[in-house]
């Protein structure tokens, strides 16, 4: 990010200030972020001009918002220079490659013997099952996205505006050097990679991040059974915690009926 492509943003921004890697050398400027919260409607006057400034804006949210640092964007842990680039990964290598960690036997693991472990997965235990197909839309993504984050800054209205030179929210979260999912892959351009492949199958949309949370609009969300376990099998590959910690009963059957039918994709890394 640049005061160059800054410029070309039509109307003034809020105050801001461009935010460098803490464990940088300051050449690279990650990415803008607002001194305080943004009404939705900036959020989407930005990304409205995007054709013609290159300039994506996400809603920004914090490990403490009352901590003074707004972590990790406003102290700078973002980490840009350490990420390779999404095209050099492949989406349906990556999510078959993890979804064979997570369902591997784990002797090591005090939580989860074998057995528990595979009725986490069933159907598919630990056979990988494939991509989920893609559905024709049924709500313009876009616009869905505005819709979505009005409401996210109702929940949380200390969330800030960042602003990023990338072409979609799915390739911002790499350029701007985003770590949430560190505790799994330290690499933000293979997430990167997914949600683009999610861009065009799902109309998803990346709205809003956190210090590990990632916060997507979906315009074309499963609605059998069978689309719901496939889109289910995904998300466990790329955030097995949503389904080992944040879905009861621990299962995937049980978070593939929860996310049947909904336009909000929610994600968490511990």
Partial sequence: MTPELLSTIA???????LITSDEGDGDVQALWLSDGAVPAETWKRIRDQHPHTGVWP??????????????????GEVFPERMSSPADHDPADLLAQWWATYTADDEDDDMLDVKRRLAVTAPFGQTWPGLAPGLGAVADPDELASEFAQA?????????????AAGS???ALTVAGW????????DTAKISAILQDWEHRFGARVVAVGFDTLHLSVATPPVSERDALLVAAE??????????????PYTLAAYAERITGAHRWDF???
């Fill in 11 to 17: 109307a003034p921004l809020p105050p801001g200030r």
């Fill in 58 to 75: 996400l809603l920004l949210d914090a490990l403490d918002p009352n901590d003074g640092e707004f972590r990790p964007w406003g102290s």
């Fill in 152 to 164: 996210f800054l109702v929940d949380r209205p200390q969330t800030r505006l960042g602003l990023i």
């Fill in 169 to 171: 929210g799915a390739a």
């Fill in 179 to 186: 770590f949430g999912p560190c505790n799994y892959d330290n």
């Fill in 235 to 248: 998300h466990f590959a790329l955030c097995p915690d949503n389904i080992w910690q944040g879905c009861r």
């Fill in 268 to 270: 968490w890394w511990d």
